[in-house]
């Protein structure tokens, strides 16, 4: 299963590092401002659409950002088994 506080957490430091605000990264994208804030927070999944409509508004290949995001989720699961 896909986190989605790990997908939230990926485009929002992928945001921060453009230095590209909400404001703009949403209009770039096409959607709400309110709607990017929900995914980067994790209370919100994109679709398969705005998923793809974001990574073209950061200057990405929808495969560049997905591989950022499983290496996360990875990473993830690699710390949660070395706590066991």
Do not use: W
Request: hydrophobic share 35%; aromatic share 4%.
């Amino acid at each position: 299963m896909i986190d989605p506080i790990i997908v939230g957490n990926v485009i929002q430091n992928c945001r921060q590092e453009k230095g590209v605000s909400q404001e703009v990264l949403s209009g770039f994208a096409g959607i709400g401002r309110t709607h990017l804030s929900a995914i980067e927070r994790g209370e919100r999944k994109p679709t398969l659409e705005t998923f793809c409509h974001i990574a073209v508004a950061l200057g990405m290949k929808s495969s560049e950002l997905l591989s950022v995001i499983e290496s996360k989720i990875y990473e993830s699961a690699e710390n949660f088994s070395d706590t066991k």
